[in-house]
């Protein structure tokens, strides 16, 4: 059974330029949620995806958008990029309940120069 | 605004011993409540729960307490081992909210 997966595991870019990451939930999962981990902190949450939907949004700009497919796999787009955009972006999976586990997938570095 | 808080950074430890982890939050609406462990260049592992409902879960070497009253949790791992060694986050949801709030995470070092 396929846990969380996420890709591409490292990416670099430059500010101003445009990024997406990609993830594909656990089996049997329809709901995506993602999240920012600055260095030495804990996640922080973006916005959770179900039925193709924003269920529910964290307090981030308008340059971070997302979309989940009718496989439940999502994306994460993030534009106009800064230099504080540079973190470990983290993809979890869960029921559709409030309380049903989320089950992390390994993140991706994303560095922003 | 920071909801959970782990206020010890580290914790170190000797093989075989206990660790205890502490969690505090400041939303009364938070209900349900998780530990995670996190080592180098990986997600988040999901380790136990507990629900508001309760006061104590247990899995194998792990039990969580939740004091509702004090708005706090802890990690009991008995006895710990070198593979303990790793970065803890408690975590908490509540209310109409889908979303985990994270504290800083404790950072556990297991000596032999």
């Known amino acids: 059974d396929a846990g969380v997966t996420q890709s591409p595991t490292h990416l670099i870019k430059t500010r101003g330029q445009q990024v997406t990451l990609r993830c594909s939930p656990k089996?049997?999962?329809?709901?995506v949620s993602w999240y920012q981990q600055a260095l030495g902190q804990g996640p922080q949450f973006i916005f959770q995806?179900?039925?193709?939907?924003?269920?529910q949004r964290g307090n981030f700009p308008d340059r971070f958008s997302g979309h989940q497919f009718p496989n439940y796999s999502s994306e994460l787009n993030v534009n106009a990029l800064l230099l504080g955009d540079s973190a470990l972006y983290l993809c979890?999976?869960?029921?559709?309940?409030?309380?049903?586990?989320?089950?992390f997938g390994p993140g991706t570095r994303l560095t922003v120069l | 605004d920071q909801q959970v808080k782990q206020n010890s950074p580290s914790l170190s430890v000797q093989e075989g011993r206990i660790s205890i982890l502490n969690c505090d939050y400041t939303?009364?609406?938070?209900?349900?409540f998780l530990w995670y462990k996190k080592y180098p260049a990986e997600g988040p592992t999901f380790l136990i729960s507990?629900?508001?409902?309760?006061d104590k879960n247990e899995d194998g070497r792990f039990t969580v307490f939740l004091n509702k009253s004090a708005k706090h949790l802890s990690l009991h791992i008995v006895p710990s081992q070198p593979g303990d060694s790793a970065v803890y986050f408690c975590?908490?949801?509540?209310?109409?909210?889908?979303?985990?709030?994270f504290g800083a995470g404790t950072t556990v070092t297991v000596r032999a």
């Open positions: 979890a999976s869960a029921g559709r309940g409030r309380t049903d586990t989320q089950y």
């Open positions: 089996s049997g999962h329809d709901t």
């Open positions: 995806y179900y039925e193709e939907e924003e269920r």
């Open positions: 939303n009364s609406m938070f209900d349900y």
């Open positions: 507990i629900s508001s409902i309760k």
């Open positions: 975590a908490a949801s509540g209310g109409n909210d889908y979303k985990l709030s």
